[in-house]
Every structure is written in C-alpha cells, then in structure tokens.
C-alpha cells in the first residue's frame, strides 16, 4: 500500500510562486511514476507533470517553463515549483503515483499521465489576480 500526502498549498497573488510537497510512504516510490495533478472548480482533473524513476519528466502545455517537477529519492518526496501563477491555476492539487511491470510500460503510460494507482487527497492552491 502506498499513502501520499500532499502540503504547500495556499492562496498567493498572480506573479507569484509556490511549492508543493507530496511525502510518499511505501515501496513503490522509486520503481514508477509520480506526478501531480490538479482540478480547478467546476472543472475536471488535469495532468500538470510527471517524473519517471529514470527522472524523465512530461509538463502539460498550460504549464511549461512555468512549473518544474522534482522528485528526491533519499527522502520519499515529490516536489512542485511553481512560478508566474496565474489565477487559472487556481485549483486542488494532488500527487498521484503508478506502478508498471514493464519499463516500456512506465514510460508510456508515465508520459501520457495514465494508470495511476495511487492518489494523495489534494492541497489547495488559490492565485488571486
């Protein structure tokens, strides 16, 4: 079983930056994909990044050059830096982590922010204009 717990979230004026936190506990942690994802009000879940145990990392177009996500091994924790917020990335943030049994697997699936297994229970980001 894999818990995730997300921090960091909190409500900043357009411009400026936050990070978030994911704690993961569990073997899992370094033989897949971690990534975060967000649901902004009134509106379906959306991929924001992904990093594969080889450290390769996918963006959403929304977020490129803007986010960067980060992953330390050593300390079980998945990071977001998030830079130039804008009000549309006003919503709840979560860490989500998947297991493949192929490493053609992970790769694909890692990149196109499909089969997660496992999800944290969301932090909430507010950027006000």
């Known amino acids: 079983q894999v818990q995730l717990v997300e921090s960091g979230g909190g409500s900043v004026q357009a411009g400026g930056s936050l990070r978030l936190s994911c704690a993961a506990a569990?073997?899992?942690?370094?033989?897949?994909?971690m990534a975060w994802f967000r649901q902004p009000p009134g509106q379906e879940r959306e991929a924001v990044a992904a990093?594969?145990?080889?450290?390769?990392?996918t963006y959403a177009d929304s977020v490129k050059g803007r986010f960067t996500i980060s992953k330390d091994n050593a300390k079980n924790t998945l990071s977001l830096q998030m830079n130039s917020l804008k009000p549309e990335d006003t919503a709840m943030y979560y860490c989500?982590?998947?297991?493949?049994?192929?490493?053609?697997?992970?790769?694909?699936?890692?990149?196109?922010?499909?089969?997660?297994?496992?999800w944290g229970k969301g932090t909430l980001v507010t950027i006000s204009s």
């Open positions: 989500a982590a998947g297991i493949f049994l192929t490493r053609s697997t992970l790769k694909a699936r890692c990149s196109g922010f499909s089969g997660m297994n496992y």
């Open positions: 569990g073997n899992t942690y370094s033989s897949g994909c």
């Open positions: 990093i594969d145990k080889d450290g390769t990392t």
